[in-house]
């Protein structure tokens, strides 16, 4: 099933390894064109526009926007027990990991009576997305959730596509996630349609106003991924998000079956995800190409895994040697990459591009999509090498404060003028001198 290329014996710039590697991408420039007319509706006619799109892509309209208390009330009170003590445990974990990434303000005396102060201010609003398709996701609430009240977000509100099943709200189990976390507003409202009504609000059913959010964040299809791009001018959004991939680098100490099963894990969330293993043992290779047939079939989603393991982002790549292999992983930049390798703690270490790294055989990505206690908003199609994943900074803005007194300004009046000036700016330093001389004076004169 997993295609299979070979870079032994070659030394690839990170240009060609990147053209060389598989790679899942969201072509969200084709269906850009096709979101921004229910983009420009709902900005323009607001909640009434989102609930009839609703309607015909997710063939059930609630009764309102926004989820009745009673009902998010409900659906905690009647979740299933080991659900329940699932969900609270990974909430915990969450609030541990989440919290420790607090910042602090750092106030620095750049100069005798010049400070400046660099606070950390939480986003205002927030919209976060929580998708309802193929599966249902109340880990995804936990992961938008936890980071933005440890921030202090005054204000979020979680949107996720309504359900026929479950009388036009969104799965009771999302609901019921939401109930544990303490949010009390939910819309049921889902795809590109949600993040347009979340980036410009309107009117509910009921006559109750839909405040726009400030920031919107949270995994989707690629036509979430797309209103996010045409909205991002009006709200902050955390990424566009594309298919869920997964790279694991292995040496011959590897167990195949463990790595076998990876592979499919993540292959089950989409047909587009990638699962790419590298390594240096064709032995293990071998053995993992065979675990993957053997055991696919027997997942509840195994024509999903098929169509994403036949696919052309995933496959096994060959390199000589760890080092070689460690190059390879950083050109990917992967999503979730797993180092299970004879020494994993110190090949890990050395791993710069990735969007979170699991070390060795005990700690499969699974783990870090429910329980780990971090995050599993993470950035996708190679953006780790630039970007992050989602966290309590994702939240927080760096405001500088500048607080100089009137001896302080002086001694650096000089430098400001000599600045301004020679970049053809006398404006700027003259609003500087004038607080210690008389221009008017000097204008007479002139």
């Known amino acids: 099933m997993l295609s299979r290329i070979d870079l032994r014996g070659r030394t690839l710039g990170t240009a ?10 969201a072509d969200v420039d084709s269906v850009v064109d096709t979101v921004r007319p229910v983009v420009e509706a709902i900005r323009e006619h607001g909640a009434s526009a989102a609930l009839d799109y609703g309607e015909k892509f997710d063939r059930v309209r609630p009764t309102s926007v926004r989820v009745p208390a009673e009902v998010i009330t409900e659906a905690g009170e009647a979740l299933d027990p080991d659900v329940r003590a699932a969900l609270v445990e990974a909430i915990r974990r969450a609030r541990i990991v989440h919290s420790a990434q607090r910042r602090s303000d750092t106030v620095t005396e750049v100069a005798a009576g010049g400070f400046v102060t660099e606070k950390w201010v939480p986003v205002e609003r927030v919209g976060l997305y929580v998708p309802g398709g193929k599966a249902v996701y109340p880990s995804s609430v936990i992961m938008n959730v936890v980071p933005a009240q440890v921030a202090g977000v005054g204000s979020l509100v979680v949107a996720s596509p309504p359900q026929a099943d479950s009388g036009g709200w969104p799965h009771p189990t999302i609901l019921g996630a939401c109930a544990l976390l303490g949010v009390d507003e939910v819309w049921a409202v889902g795809g590109a349609q949600a993040v347009a009504l979340l980036a410009h609000g309107g009117e509910d059913t009921d006559g109750r106003e839909l405040e726009p959010v400030d ?34 680098l292995a040496d011959h100490t590897a167990d195949p079956v463990h790595i076998a099963y990876d592979l499919i894990s993540q292959a089950e ?27 696919y079939t027997v997942t509840l989603n195994s024509g999903r895994v098929r169509d994403a393991l036949e696919g052309p982002q995933s496959g096994i790549v060959m390199v000589d040697d760890i080092d070689a292999g460690l190059r390879v992983v950083d050109a990917y930049a992967a999503e979730h990459l797993e180092v299970q390798t004879r020494d994993s703690a110190a090949d890990a270490a050395r791993v710069r591009n990735a969007g979170a790294i699991f070390v060795g055989a005990y700690s499969p990505v699974p783990l870090g999509d429910y329980a780990a206690g971090s995050n599993h908003v993470l950035p996708t199609s190679g953006t ?29 009046a000089p430098t400001v003028v000599a600045l301004a000036d020679a970049e053809g700016l006398p404006a700027h330093g ?5 607080r ?11």
Do not use: W
């Open 384 to 412: 780790a090498r630039h970007s992050s994943g989602l966290s309590v900074q994702t939240f927080l803005r760096g405001i500088h404060v500048i607080d100089y007194d009137r001896a302080a300004l002086k001694e650096i």
């Open 430 to 434: 003259e609003a500087v001198r004038a």
């Open 215 to 248: 920031m919107v964040t949270g995994p989707g299809n690629v036509y979430v991924t797309a209103a996010k791009r045409l909205c991002r001018s009006v709200v902050g959004i955390d990424s566009e998000a594309g298919p869920t991939e997964i790279a694991v």
């Open 269 to 295: 969330h989409d047909p587009n995800a990638a699962s790419v293993l590298v390594t240096d043992s064709e032995q293990l290779a071998d053995a993992v190409a065979r675990e993957v047939e053997a055991r």
């Open 436 to 446: 210690f001389e008389d221009l008017t004076a000097e204008e007479e004169d002139q």
């Open 16 to 25: 060609e390894l990147r053209r060389t590697l598989p790679r899942g991408a």
